[in-house]
């Protein structure tokens, strides 16, 4: 069974969201048969690469809500994510573009590194004091390294604006055929869609009632051919 996770890094639900997830999958009995894909979605796809500013300022801008109140909303993220194990720092995060870093994870996924990658992204983003977003390069460069990728290839990845920028488009666009408005939001075998970050207990049912609806394989009518098992192949006698 596939779950693709469309997620951006500058999202705290999908930080959390994953966690949850995790913890339902780690219990799920047939988890080993479970492939996790992490998609690209972007907050602020409009952003340019240099804009970057306060988390606070951000929402008191976005969404015309108060200091306090946006600081609130911050609080209450932290508290969230420490009730999950997350480390989550409530004051000084900054925000900015993140297709740089959906661009990095893709080359990630080819390496068999994409889940290392996104949770040390969010590890950074969230709970470190150094941001992802105003040291340019050769912080994600570093990041990547930690995540086990090859420093040149890395490099030369966020050197050329144009590698996997179509995937992270593709997945963009896929998102929105899908009915994503926001992110996190979890698909489990192109059947059953989650959005936010829900409880444990809910990916442990979408889970369960996803693995028990998979179709069977049926069988075409035909008649006796010869095919290789694990006895070997059968050789025709003359």
């Keep these: ?30 988890r080993d048969d479970v492939e996790v894909v992490h998609r ?10 240099g804009d970057v500013q306060p988390v606070i300022t951000m929402l008191t801008r976005k969404y015309g809500m108060s200091e306090a109140q946006a600081q609130a909303g911050e609080d209450n993220l932290g508290a969230q994510a420490a009730a999950e194990g997350l480390d989550y720092r409530t004051r000084d995060r ?12 893709h080359f990630a996924k080819e390496q068999g590194r994409q889940d290392e990658l996104i949770q040390i992204l969010y590890r950074a983003n969230f709970a470190e004091e150094r941001s992802v977003f105003t040291e340019g390069d050769e912080r994600l460069v570093e990041l990547a390294v930690e995540a086990g990728l090859d420093t040149g290839a890395a490099r030369a990845v966020l050197a050329d604006p144009s590698r996997y920028a179509d995937e992270v488009r593709a997945d963009e666009r896929e998102a929105a055929e899908l009915g994503a408005t926001g992110v996190p939001f979890f698909v ?21 009632q996803a693995w028990g609806e998979r179709s069977p394989l049926k069988p075409v009518e035909q008649t006796g051919a010869d095919a290789c098992g694990p006895d070997g192949c059968a050789v025709p006698r003359q």
């Design 188 to 208: 489990l075998d192109r059947t059953y869609g989650v959005s936010g970050a829900q409880p444990a207990a809910v990916f442990t049912q979408a889970l369960t």
């Design 40 to 49: 690209s979605f972007e907050l602020d796809p409009g952003r340019a690469k």
């Design 94 to 105: 900054d925000h900015g573009n993140t297709f740089d870093m959906h661009r990095l994870l």
């Design 1 to 30: 069974m596939r779950v693709e996770i469309w997620s951006d890094i500058a999202c705290p639900w999908c930080y959390v969201g994953k966690a949850r997830f995790e913890k339902a999958l780690a219990a799920f009995p047939h």
